[in-house]
T-cell receptor, first 111, second 114 residues
């Protein structure tokens, strides 16, 4: 069985400051993990995916995530937030054909 | 073509209407999905098609009827819906044979049932 826990329902940052969105996973086998972003009234866009080739994964728009097996975590970070980063972010664990979504973290960016 | 398209973008229907949602992809993906998403919630899986055959139906009411006429097209037929069915309906596709199972999502259809 697999699950995903996003530790914060909302995160507020100022523009230009670092972003940290936290995700813990549970998986009975080697996980396939993703971060998706959803802007208001839009579909989900894949930010990055953990492929087991490297524990530090770089994604689009300056985001990256680090896979830590010992902590069962896959936190999403960005060095400097931009106003356009304001959106809902989902941490996702993938089974063979279906996805298990976290509850989402709303990122709020203030000027 | 590297995207999933959905039509219409918005749909308003009465409880006695019949309407259809359409999803299309030309990436050669042989797995396609319908999700329902309520506000401030993650998407909920409704149906999965694999090689044009229904492989998963997550106990969805029969007023929702999926159809996969070919490998590029996925429809969701709607009939006698309830106001609580108002939501964002998302389509996704997945490349079969991929080791990582990422899904590619369309922009969604915003459905309002009056």
């Amino acid at each position: 069985a697999q699950s995903v826990t996003q530790l914060d329902s909302h995160v507020s940052v100022s523009e230009g400051t670092p972003v940290l969105l936290r995700c813990n996973y549970s998986s009975s086998y080697s996980p396939s993990l993703f971060w998706y972003v959803q802007h208001p009234n839009k579909g989900l866009q894949l930010l990055l995916k953990y492929t087991s080739a490297a524990t530090l994964v770089k994604g689009i728009n300056g985001f990256e995530a680090e896979f830590k097996k010992s902590e069962t975590s896959f936190h999403l970070t960005k060095p400097s937030a931009h106003m356009s980063d304001a959106a809902e972010y989902f941490c996702v664990n993938s089974g063979y054909s279906t996805l298990t979504f976290g509850k989402g973290t709303m990122l709020l960016v203030s000027p | 073509d590297t995207e999933v398209t959905q039509t219409p973008k918005h749909l308003v229907m009465g409880m006695t209407n019949k309407k259809s949602l359409k999803c299309e992809q030309h990436m050669g993906h042989r797995a396609m999905y319908w999700y329902k998403q309520k506000a401030k919630k993650p998407p909920e899986l409704m149906f999965v098609y694999s090689y044009e055959k229904l492989s998963i139906n997550e106990s969805v009411p029969s007023r929702f009827s999926p159809e996969c006429p070919n490998s590029s097209l996925l429809n969701l037929h709607l009939h006698a819906l309830q106001p609580e069915d108002s939501a964002l309906y998302l389509c996704a596709s997945r490349p079969t044979g991929s080791s990582y199972n990422e899904q590619f999502f369309g922009p969604g259809t915003r459905l309002t049932v009056l």
